[in-house]
């Protein structure tokens, strides 16, 4: 996850870079650091380094990283042959290398080699048993063979071992929302809300979840998530303005006025409602009576 | 009752979903298309005039498609048109099933009108694209038919869903190789950020 900083600042490396202002290198080393996958733009300024001798010596050791980089974004984009190029030059530089190794298996992979992959990762793993890109590499694997539920069962193994890594329950509960498990969906943002409890992307996640699960109970708790996922952005994010508002009409729908609300709901609906209103008007002023039309449809009481 | 529904896309409706689709390589994608039912009885057609690209990321969860539909809903009714059908993009190249999300929000779409159009992405025939000349929409196409499931339609070599200008997909390879689909805003990147406008009314001009 990236902040509006860190965004701003790779795009702006990444638009210096696209109008021949310079700055591959830090662009590449922040697109790495961030961990983003922008395939064709590493593609190319890579190799702007890459061909040139003196900007490549320029490096030192850096060059490897930047070859491996390359490679892995050449995959993304298909292009086999310059990923093949960047392999078969650390080939040369590091034999034997078990990095290197890697990069093998996953050209194997992006070739659609899918059996050879999986023979190259699974020697690679009898070194390296608990080597997690390449176990994970493997869940990839499966699920682009269209082996969704091999892959949801590799991804789970994998998570009973390594139970902190949160990318790869991320990865889960959107392969269950995918296949419409929401249960198992919350099951996993549970799991993320607990260990990092002050990440609104995963409170915004759930109450998603919860939403479209339905039933009383759980548009009730979607609704209490939606709001702290409001007080952890600063009233900022628009999806749980809009979910707060939802949840409350949901749960008119449901309840009917048969039982009594919790007192401070029609304030966080009204609260809400008036928070989409001023953002609209700043900001998206042509929208504003689309947005009003909206919220009256959401407001209609038993 | 009367004959076979025949779907005419036009061509900012079609490229819009099809750049939609270019702009998140790695995730599956969906849209709404806009239109009306007009022809006849005995040949009736489903124009559809206008698309919106809607999400990139957690397709399957009900609150922001819900806010999506309630807006599109509101400002296209406004004039005269309605929902006609649903666009989906599957997550890999490989996969040219008819998902089950596709299939229930193909559902709710169907209540409203029953010649309701689900289009999926056709992978191969968006890469063949760049080889040969094709007249015809790289999309696959499914109806409910009397035994109330989807099914595809056309694999009898009939062809029902036709691109209204002819020139479409020269456009559209105009547009891909210019990079164009960057432009693309969804709903999911208005949610992001407001001030992103979904109707994407400054794409074509």
């Known amino acids: ?302 | 009752m009367g004959g076979e529904s025949r779907y005419e896309i036009g061509q900012n409706a079609y490229i819009k979903l099809v750049l939609h689709a270019l702009k998140h390589k790695t995730s599956a994608v969906n849209g709404v298309l806009l239109g009306r039912l007009s022809g006849s009885d005995a040949s009736p057609v489903v124009e559809v005039t206008d698309s919106i690209p809607l999400f990139h990321s957690q397709i399957g969860v009900l609150a922001p498609l819900e806010i999506a539909l309630i807006m599109i809903e509101e400002y296209y009714g406004a004039q005269g048109l309605s929902i006609v059908g649903y666009f989906h993009a599957n997550e890999r190249f490989d996969d040219a099933e008819l998902g089950n999300i596709a299939k229930n929000i193909g559902d709710h779409i169907y209540k409203n009108l029953p010649q309701a159009a689900l289009l999926l992405l056709d992978n191969k025939k968006l890469e063949a694209l760049s080889k040969q000349k094709e007249m015809a929409p790289v999309m696959q196409l499914f109806t409910k038919d009397a035994s109330k499931s989807w099914k595809l339609v056309g694999s009898d070599g009939s062809s029902r869903l036709l691109l209204k200008e002819p020139s479409a997909n020269i456009v559209l390879m105009d547009y891909i190789s210019s990079g164009k689909w960057m432009d693309i805003i969804d709903f999911d990147d208005h949610l992001d950020d407001i001030s992103k406008d979904w109707l994407n009314s400054e794409l074509f001009k």
């Open chain 1, 1 to 302: 996850m990236v902040s509006k900083t860190e965004e701003a600042e790779v795009n702006r490396l990444e638009s210096q870079a696209d109008n021949g202002g310079g700055g591959e290198w830090e662009y590449l080393s922040l697109v790495r650091k961030l961990k983003l996958r922008r395939p064709d733009k590493v593609l190319k300024h890579g190799l702007t380094i890459l061909n040139d001798p003196k900007k490549r010596s320029s490096l030192g050791h850096d060059e490897w990283t930047l070859y491996e980089q390359v490679a892995i974004a050449a995959m993304d984009c298909h292009c086999l042959d310059v990923a093949q190029d960047c392999i078969k030059v650390l080939q040369k530089k590091f034999p034997e290398s078990k990095r290197v190794g890697r990069l093998e298996a996953m050209l194997l992979e992006a070739k659609g080699s899918w059996a050879e992959a999986e023979k190259a990762y699974l020697s690679l793993l009898e070194d390296n048993p608990l080597d997690q890109v390449i176990l994970k590499r493997r869940v990839a694997l499966t699920k682009a063979q269209g082996d969704i539920s091999g892959a949801i069962q590799r991804l789970s193994e994998y998570l009973e071992v390594f139970m902190a890594d949160h990318e790869a329950w991320r990865e889960l509960a959107e392969i269950y929302v995918s296949l419409q498990m929401y249960k198992q969906a919350a099951f996993c943002y549970e799991e993320l809300i607990l260990s990092q409890p002050m990440i609104p992307l995963y409170h915004l996640a759930y109450a998603d979840v919860l939403y479209t699960l339905g039933g009383l109970e759980n548009l009730q708790t979607a609704k209490k998530y939606y709001a702290s996922t409001i007080d952890l952005t600063g009233g900022k994010n628009n999806r749980a303005l809009f979910g707060v508002c939802l949840c409350t009409f949901a749960v008119a729908q449901l309840t009917k006025g048969r039982y009594k609300e919790d007192k401070e709901s029609p304030e966080l609906q009204s609260l809400a409602a008036a928070a989409l209103e001023k953002d609209y008007k700043l900001r998206a002023p042509s929208k504003l009576s689309l947005l009003g039309s909206t919220l009256r449809s959401l407001k209609l009481s038993s």
